[in-house]
T-cell receptor
């Protein structure tokens, strides 16, 4: 069975600074996808970034980048130039297979990020 | 982008009653919808996978007779919490997979259920 681990229950970062949110995963399946979602206090799940297990380059989407280290089974999210609006809960998730999000997702426990002035 | 709606956005009910939550894909057809549950300050846990025209597949530990799922059309799936109890109070989120590419799923805004 697959497992996602997020060891940081809460993180603080100053506005305009970069922050890294940790995520490690465990699966014996060679084909999998890794995701990061943002959940503001309103509750909706906002897709941020995706990395397939065979992707050679780290995924980037604007201020978000995914530091994919396959041998270490880690998929950390890096947010550059933090903004106050980035304050939210962040979830790392994994799917088995490489549909890019079409399969059921297993979520980590989340990291609450607080951006301060 | 694809839009998924949920209704109601919040509901309060008495213990013992049944509550129906709707999940609709507004601008696309969804052959598969997923139902997740999230307790306060916790992660999303998959409850079941709902496929249009067939029985839902429930995750281990989820009571299928308590959480009835119906996916009667390509744009609508419903979750009915039967004989709700206070421990069923939670945030219920659905997501829908876009057919036919199956390469992305979009989340609804969630439904907050409080059972008194």
């Amino acid at each position: 069975a697959q497992k996602i681990t997020q060891t940081q229950p809460g993180m603080f970062v100053q506005e305009k600074e970069a922050v890294t949110l940790d995520c490690t995963y465990d699966t014996s399946d060679p084909s999998y996808g890794l995701f990061w979602y943002k959940q503001p206090s309103s509750g909706e799940m906002i897709f941020l970034i995706y990395q397939g297990s065979y992707d050679q380059q780290n995924a980037t989407e604007g201020r978000y980048s995914l530091n994919f280290q396959k041998a270490r089974k880690s998929a950390n999210l890096v947010i550059s130039a933090s903004q106050l609006g980035d304050s939210a809960m962040y979830f790392c998730a994994m799917e088995l297979g490489l549909t890019g999000g079409g399969n059921k997702l297993t979520f980590g426990t989340g990291t609450q990020l607080k951006v301060e002035l | 982008g694809a839009v998924v709606s949920q209704h109601p956005s919040w509901v309060i009910c008495k213990s013992g009653t049944s509550v129906k939550i709707e999940c609709r894909s507004l601008d696309f057809q969804a052959t598969t919808m997923f139902w997740y549950r999230q307790f306060p300050k916790q992660s999303l846990m998959l409850m079941a996978t709902s496929n249009e025209g067939s029985k839902a597949t429930y995750e281990q530990g989820v009571e299928k007779d308590k959480f009835l799922i119906n996916h009667a059309s390509l744009t609508l799936s419903t979750l009915t919490v039967t004989s709700a109890h206070p421990e069923d109070s939670s945030f219920y989120i659905c997501s829908a997979r876009v057919a036919p590419n199956y390469n992305e799923q979009f989340f609804g805004p969630g439904t907050r259920l409080t059972v008194l």
